[in-house]
């Protein structure tokens, strides 16, 4: 494959040299790479670049590269240098897009591109996330943050020596090798590996450290390895790797894919290719004439775990320890190659021909199971992420883009545009959960950086589904840039959640409207007050006009009287409704007092008729509670008739019910004691269970509902017997924070 | 109705005191009103006319409760009863409490200003039996041991031979104190005299 695609490359750039340097539609594209031109790391790059960008458009686009040579020519003055000489160079031509292909480059666009290629859009390629997020970009540099880890590489390096008992992180003394050394050495490790660096040393002296390692040590290397701690500028990783690796006593496994074939043994990492293809992509979209600002981010490539045959037998690894999916290079090496060459040598016609069928269909094969591979191995997350129903994105904050991974799900079909805004992804939720989800994004821009939300998202043909999304606030000093995370579908789960929300809604209802029959005596009563006080305040009225002098000011008062009255009937009846009626719940803000003293005023008349005394104690400073008004006043309801109940048989003077609300740190503490019986100690456990009860004709339904209640209201509902007589039922209902009563 | 009646209203509820306490006065008579039993009993006035209008179902002392107190007390107010349910064994044992009516609320003038009305009625009736009772057992206990034996023989229906042979006596004695009986006790025949010792309870000998 390395030999077609040279052979491609070779083509293209023969292509592109006798394209006429002047053409009126020529587009014109210039790689800038930090390093020198012998930098091995660079090889894939150009490589992609040549064949995703250069080739698709024969003739029609001019491929520049220029390699700063940042390591041999450090400092600001050959960089200046470096920025005249391009400035000049390009000065007659017109450059339409810049790669920058890793940090050096970056930095160096940033100071100079408005001299040297004013306007002219970047793309930026391979750098990591958290590199990027360094570096304050103006809106047409475009990057793909890439999240490497050497995490993934130090585990399959561990998995294939079960036996380490030392890890190794060895890198040259460049920013880029810095920085990766620091992330090998933040890697957590098992307790029985120990770590040892060998970063920052003249290149002799790693050469003897790796010479006398134990059996029982593995090396990772990563970085560009450009210099060592003497100074001395290499051509870069891959080629370093060699030359430690004739000496290592350890195998050396490589944060770069690039490193294998050169000596390392494995690496679990993003392909230099696809990171290359990643800025290839944004390259062409821009080259196809989409504005900045609607170019789409292509999603990034996973890593893919990739391992040298030939190194793997010379350590013995067993390949089966190898993790699932790995690209073994270099199985079998050049047989068919050699025989080749041969066949050439002697120039035998039939041998040729045998040759190359059967080196075509090898190739063929190989190239096949290589693509396969890679595909796939591109595809894992994509797979991954469709097989746990999961959609991934990334909304970038500044331009308002979205970019998420293909996927079967609902919100996946819904946004069928690729591209979305917040805006427009909102736009496709649910209208009831709109308001809910902008306040999540607010309080993940504006608080701790963690989003969650649970929203609707109408599907075809009436059908919704609800899908839940969290993710994190990724900041550069401090100003939130991109929003990322997954979205998963749960409809499922949410139906079931639903359901069993609905079931107790049902059952609240129906406890509910047991309750209130038994009450709905002393209801009437309640709402005869009002109507009695209003007949004989109009009749008055009506008696007071028909005389002599009219007494305005009593006919104003007893109207006044009237209004008040009538208001009141209205809220007994309202009162009375809401819990009769088998309504949605809502939450919202409650004080909890006013809840109290509600279902108290319902259930005056049946107070007076049991002859139960109220004992009511409020707190003052009651902080609003968030939740359901009229299932709190159930539990309330409930708990009172109970404990009415308890005391049916005392004599009047015991008859004294007990309800206080006191105002903690936790929130408001809601309790209702009797003088009853109490509850027998062996009921106590049982007393929230479904059909457990202790009177004649109860459902046995009561408590548990108000407990499932109090639950759903992120509370506990307890019982507890007094130390006097009867029991107290109480439960705490947390305070809304940042609301004031 | 009696003149300067009072009509006594013990609601808990201050909306139907007060609605009350209006239509009352607009109807011209003459209200007071409590807020529960323990308050009008403090201020309870036993001699002063008028009558109660009295909510049934009330914190502390009941209705029914209340109306036991009166009885005990001697008081001799006429009840009204208001109640939130007019359930049956309720009413009944108002009633034989001896209340005059009972109201369920809500009810207007229609209702109240004639069950006050005959609450007042009766009391006012009442109280002038009380009064003349009160007369009648003035008189007796002005009667000697003899004039009272006298009259039982007179309210038996006896002659004045009769009686005298009864005690003994001479027939100008029994005839002396027969005149005294009648003068002692305001009556000018015999007949009137039975009226008036049968309320006082008194039976012929």
């Not at chain 1, 490497?148 to 920013?175: C, K, Q, S, W």
């Not at chain 1, 309080?443 to 059908?463: H, K, T, W």
């Not at chain 2, 003068?183 to 006082?200: D, F, N, P, Y």
Request: a neutral charge; one cysteine or more; hydrophobic letters at 45%.
């Amino acid at each position: 494959m390395v030999r077609r695609m040279a052979a491609a490359c070779f083509l293209g750039s023969l292509i592109a040299a006798c394209t006429p340097a002047v053409h009126a539609q020529a587009k014109a594209v210039v790689a800038i790479f930090g390093e020198d031109a012998r930098t091995a790391a660079y090889v894939p790059f150009d490589r992609v670049f040549q064949k995703s960008i250069v080739e698709p458009r024969a003739g029609k686009l001019q491929y520049y590269q220029e390699y700063l040579d940042n390591a041999r020519f450090p400092g600001p003055e050959p960089e200046r240098a470096t920025a005249e000489y391009l400035r000049t160079r390009y000065a007659g031509k017109q450059v339409d897009l810049l790669l920058a292909v890793d940090p050096a480059a970056l930095q160096f666009l940033l100071k100079y591109r408005a001299t040297t290629f004013p306007g002219v859009p970047v793309v930026v390629v391979g750098l990591r996330t958290a590199t990027l997020a360094r570096f304050q970009l103006p809106d047409d540099f475009l990057a793909v943050g890439l999240d490497r880890d050497p995490i993934l590489t130090i585990g399959m390096a561990l998995r294939l020596r079960p036996n380490a008992r030392e890890l190794v992180g060895m890198t040259g003394t460049t920013d880029l090798d810095k920085r990766w050394a620091a992330a090998i050495q933040a890697t957590p490790l098992p307790p029985n590996v120990r770590f040892r660096s060998l970063t920052g040393l003249p290149i002799s002296t790693i050469e003897r450290e790796l010479a006398s390692l134990g059996p029982d040590a593995i090396v990772v290397t990563g970085g560009s390895f450009r210099r060592d701690g003497a100074g001395q500028a290499f051509a870069g990783a891959p080629d370093i790797l060699e030359r430690l690796n004739a000496v290592t006593t350890a195998p050396i496994f490589t944060l770069y894919d690039t490193g294998i074939g050169k000596g390392a043994v494995a690496s679990f990492s993003i392909s230099q290719e696809a990171i290359a293809g990643l800025g290839a992509d944004i390259a062409n979209q821009l080259l196809d004439g989409t504005p900045v600002a609607k170019v789409v981010r292509p999603a990034p490539p996973a890593p893919v775990p990739v391992a040298d045959w030939r190194e793997l037998r010379r350590w013995g690894i067993d390949e089966a320890l190898l993790p699932r999916g790995t690209d073994v290079r270099f199985r079998e090496p050049g047989f068919w190659e050699q025989y080749r060459y041969h066949a050439i040598a002697v120039g035998a016609l039939v041998l040729l021909e045998t040759a190359l069928v059967a080196g075509l269909m090898v190739q063929r094969r190989q190239r096949r199971k290589v693509e396969e591979e890679l595909r796939q191995s591109e595809q894992t997350m994509q797979l991954a992420a469709n097989a746990a129903q999961i959609v991934l994105w990334n909304w970038d904050i500044e331009r308002d883009v979205i970019w998420r991974s293909e996927s079967a799900l609902e919100i996946g079909r819904a946004l069928a545009q690729p591209e979305q805004s917040l805006a427009g992804l909102i736009g496709i939720i649910h209208p009831e959960d709109r308001e809910s989800f902008h306040r999540a994004v607010d309080r993940a821009l504006q608080g701790d950086g963690i989003f969650e939300s649970e929203y609707r998202v109408p599907g075809a043909e009436g059908a919704e589904r609800w899908f839940t999304s969290r993710g994190r606030v990724e900041r550069v000093g401090g100003v939130p840039r991109r929003l990322r995370g997954v979205t998963l579908d749960v409809t499922r789960r949410k139906a079931a959640e639903l359901d069993a929300q609905h079931r107790r809604n049902e059952l609240a209802h129906l406890s509910r409207v047991t309750m209130l029959g038994e009450l709905s005596g002393s209801v009437a009563h309640e709402l005869n007050q009002p109507l009695m006080s209003i007949l004989s305040n109009a009749q008055a009225a009506r008696m007071f006009i028909g005389r002599e002098p009219v007494d305005l000011g009593e006919i104003g008062e007893i109207l006044d009287d009237i209004i008040s009255d009538d208001k009141r009937a209205g809220e007994i009846i309202w009162s009375m409704r809401r819990m009769l009626k088998k309504e949605e719940v809502t939450h919202g803000l409650v004080q909890v007092n006013e809840v109290v003293q509600e279902v108290l005023r319902l259930m005056r008349g049946d107070l007076v008729n049991r002859g139960v005394s109220v004992d009511l104690a409020l707190a003052a400073d009651a902080p609003l509670i968030r939740g359901d008004r009229m299932q709190l006043q159930q539990v309330l309801l409930n708990l009172i008739l109970n404990a009415c109940d308890a005391m049916a048989s005392n004599p009047k003077e015991e008859r004294i019910l007990a309800v206080a609300t006191d105002s903690g740190e936790r929130g408001v503490r809601v309790s209702v004691a009797d003088r009853g019986e109490g509850i027998p100690p062996a009921s106590l456990e049982g007393i929230f269970t479904p059909f457990f009860t202790t009177k004649k004709n109860g459902l046995g339904l009561g408590l548990s509902v108000c407990s499932s209640i109090i639950a759903s209201h992120g509370g506990e509902l307890r019982a507890a017997n007094n130390a006097g007589r009867g029991a107290t039922f109480t439960f705490v209902l947390k305070a809304e924070a940042a609301v004031f009563a | 109705m009696t003149e300067g009646a009072c009509v006594f209203v013990v609601d808990d509820e201050p909306a139907v005191r007060k609605g009350l306490d209006r239509l009352l006065r607009a109807a011209q008579l003459e209200v007071k009103v409590f807020a529960s039993a323990q308050e009008f009993l403090l201020a309870l006035d036993h001699e002063h006319p008028g009558c109660v209008i009295l909510d049934y179902q009330m914190p502390g002392l009941n209705g029914l409760e209340l109306q036991e107190v009166l009885a005990a007390r001697g008081a001799h107010l006429q009840i009204v009863f208001l109640t939130g349910h007019g359930d049956i064994p309720r009413t009944v044992r108002a009633m034989q409490g001896g209340a005059v009516d009972f109201l369920v609320k809500p009810a207007g003038r229609e209702q109240i200003l004639p069950a006050v009305g005959r609450a007042l009625e009766r009391e006012a009736l009442q109280r002038a039996q009380r009064a003349q009772l009160d007369d009648v057992r003035a008189r007796l206990a002005q009667l000697s041991p003899r004039e009272r034996e006298v009259m039982g023989h007179v309210i038996a229906g006896r002659l004045n031979k009769q009686i005298a042979d009864i005690l003994g006596t001479a027939e100008k004695t029994v005839k002396i104190q027969r005149a005294a009986v009648m003068q002692k006790m305001g009556v000018r025949s015999v007949a009137e005299l039975v009226r008036q010792t049968e309320k006082a309870g008194v039976l012929p000998t």
